[in-house]
């Protein structure tokens, strides 16, 4: 059972643009919520993370907003750049009881910047 | 800044050998997790140490056993080896603070092919 849901495998855009990367959760007990890029050959590398006590967090081009009414995060990057090019990874923790933080991952969209 | 550090990058075993496989977190993180990627699948959790003792449990097979030394380097020791344990294999570590749920850091990965 897939708790963490991207359903979208790849996304493709535009040098400049916005890139949307949307994730869905179904556990309601996640209360903490993760983005990972990924290059081939490489480790997951961190990007921005939300709590779930609130709903949107900024860092540079990268903001994460969370709505968890509707078990949804997305991450929005502006401007995208052709080194953004990558699996992106959304993961969570919390709700299993006694050590929450392990991390459950969803099964990446592969984004594509191009020039 | 120093990174997570995973060795053997690439290591080939045979049907019923046996591999360990090491993790040395970023300095002045006492929590790590042990991570396997198969092919085209996202990171599912197998097990974590905080301050040398087991933390939680995921789906790791009994014929793997993991500990956390006294400079929380970690081992992750695979015994018969099946030709399904052919995976990329992530360690992470994290700045546990106590109760706060912390980003984790991910080395770049040991990939294991059984034969």
């Known amino acids: 059972d897939q708790q963490v849901k991207q359903n979208s495998p790849s996304l493709s855009v535009q040098e400049g643009r916005i890139s949307i990367l949307n994730c869905d959760y179904t556990?309601?007990?996640?209360?903490?919520f993760l983005w990972y890029k990924k290059y081939p050959a490489e480790g997951p590398t961190f990007l921005i993370s939300i709590s779930s006590i609130k709903d949107k967090n900024e860092d540079g081009r990268f903001t994460v907003f969370l709505n968890k009414s509707a078990k949804h995060l997305s991450l929005h990057i502006v401007p995208s750049q052709p080194g953004d090019s990558a699996v992106y990874f959304c993961a969570a923790s919390g709700g299993s009881g006694g050590s929450n933080y392990k991390l459950t991952f969803g099964k990446g969209t592969l984004l594509t910047v191009n020039p | 800044a120093a990174g997570v550090i995973q060795s053997p990058r690439h290591l080939i075993k045979e049907k019923r050998e046996t591999a360990t496989l090491k993790c040395y977190p970023i300095p002045r993180h006492d929590t790590v997790y042990w991570y396997q990627q198969g092919p085209g699948q996202d990171p599912q959790f197998l097990i974590s140490?905080?301050?040398?003792?087991?933390?939680d449990k995921g789906s790791i097979p009994d014929r793997f056993s993991a500990q956390q030394f006294s400079d929380y380097h970690s081992e992750l020791n695979m015994s018969s080896l099946e030709l399904g344990d052919s995976a990329l294999y992530f360690c992470?570590?994290?700045?546990?603070?106590?109760?706060?749920?912390?980003?984790?850091?991910f080395g770049p990965g040991t990939r294991l092919t059984v034969t």
């Open positions: 140490f905080y301050e040398k003792m087991q933390s």
């Open positions: 992470a570590s994290s700045p546990n603070s106590g109760g706060e749920s912390d980003e984790q850091y």
């Open positions: 556990n309601s007990m996640f209360d903490y």
